[in-house]
């Protein structure tokens, strides 16, 4: 897992090209991602895909949960570029999926909801489900080789989605087969970054992948890391989960 400070350097050319200026570079975005490094980890399953609108639906309605919403004075306190007009299409209008949305990645889910969804499902099913650890969803994302992306080393705008080719919105889980990982695992690169169980800093958490509004895509990396405060509700971020062996 982890980068080396080749993989670091491509990343950053990669953003200089796409968007014509150095923003990564003099922002250090990539500086603190784990030296490459081998890590071993216990046995564990991993969703295929994010977890979906029509996953997250069943969930609201056996449970009664609050569905995926913001308004417009907690997305203005988050402080992002993107405007409150862009969440419209990503809002619940109670318990029921945007239309057309049903296999996208739900969005605008806080770690609290994430691990929600986590507990009813282990309820649910009788096994033990949960966030991906940092260790997990990198090795799940990228095997075991080292490379730099999920189909390999070389950058491929064609193999997920990311505001390269995209629609600069989410599409349905599973439409880029070819970024797959070597596990079978989709959108591990590009779609929505996820929410990883491991805390950055008090109050916050390691979110990975990359998103829609991503291009270049240095930060679609598996071994690209950032973190969010938990609490946030934002239009690029959801989650997958994986359930522990035994």
Not at 8 to 16: G, H, T, V
Not at 162 to 188: E, I, K
Request: proline share 7%.
């Amino acid at each position: 897992m982890g980068s080396d400070r080749s993989e670091r350097e491509a990343a950053y050319r990669l953003d200089e090209k796409a968007y014509g200026h150095s923003a990564t570079r003099k922002g250090r975005w990539y500086e603190n991602e784990r030296a490459r490094q081998k890590v071993s980890s216990p046995a564990f399953a991993i969703t295929r895909n994010p977890i979906t609108n029509a996953d997250y639906a069943i969930f609201i309605k056996e449970s009664g949960y609050p569905p995926p919403t913001v308004d417009a004075k907690t997305w203005a306190g988050y402080g992002l570029i993107h405007p409150f007009a862009r969440t419209i299409k990503f809002s619940w209008q109670g318990p029921v999926p945007p239309r057309g949305r049903d296999a996208h990645p739900v969005v605008l889910v806080s770690h609290a909801d994430a691990r929600a969804y986590a507990r009813w499902l282990s309820d649910k099913t009788g096994q033990v489900w949960r966030l991906p650890r940092e260790t997990e969803w990198e090795k799940a994302a990228r095997g075991t080789d080292g490379r730099r992306f999920p189909w390999g080393d070389d950058f491929d705008p064609a193999r997920l989605n990311s505001d390269d080719l995209g629609p600069f919105d989410t599409v349905a889980v599973g439409s880029f087969p070819t970024g797959a990982s070597p596990y079978g695992l989709l959108d591990g690169s590009g779609q929505v970054f996820e929410w990883t169980g491991d805390e950055a800093a008090k109050g916050s958490f390691i979110v990975k992948g990359g998103s829609w509004d991503d291009k270049g895509c240095g930060v679609c990396r598996p071994a690209a890391r950032h973190s969010r405060p938990a609490d946030i509700k934002h239009i690029l971020i959801g989650f997958r989960l994986v359930r522990e062996a035994g």
